[in-house]
């Protein structure tokens, strides 16, 4: 049973932008924070972007602050990371999971719900 679906990825040159958009399937969805992680080869997962249940917050890893911004709209069930400025060193699978009231968005092992990746491509 699904319960994140992303959809969005792609090959970009470098500079250019992608939208990553994300599903969810459970019930509830304003109770859970929203992270986007990627994963490079060879490299382990790591936090991109967060937004926090309540909407009031997001957080952005250092290397994208200021280049992608992440979004949420409750009353689709659904998060959104606008990526701009893309490098090659963005080139990873690009995860969205779910974290039911929870506020360290930094920390995968916090996360409840998963969805299988989608990659993004960034040639140079």
């Known amino acids: 049973q699904v319960k994140l679906q992303e959809s969005g990825g792609g090959l970009v040159q470098a500079g250019g932008s992608l939208t990553l958009s994300c599903a969810a399937s459970?019930?509830?969805?304003?109770?859970?924070?929203m992270g986007w992680f990627r994963q490079a080869p060879g490299k382990e997962r790591e936090f991109v972007a967060g937004?926090?249940?309540?909407?009031?917050?997001?957080d952005y890893a250092d290397s994208v602050r200021g280049r992608f911004t992440i979004s949420r709209n409750n009353a689709r069930s659904a998060v959104s990371l606008q990526m701009n400025n893309l490098k090659p060193d963005d080139t990873g699978v690009y995860f969205c999971?779910?974290?039911?009231?929870?506020?360290?968005?930094?920390?995968?092992?916090?996360?409840?719900?998963w969805g299988q990746g989608i990659q993004v491509t960034v040639s140079s």
């Open positions: 999971a779910a974290d039911h009231l929870g506020n360290r968005l930094h920390s995968p092992f916090e996360y409840d719900y």
């Open positions: 459970f019930p509830n969805f304003n109770r859970y924070s």
């Open positions: 937004v926090l249940w309540t909407g009031t917050t997001t």
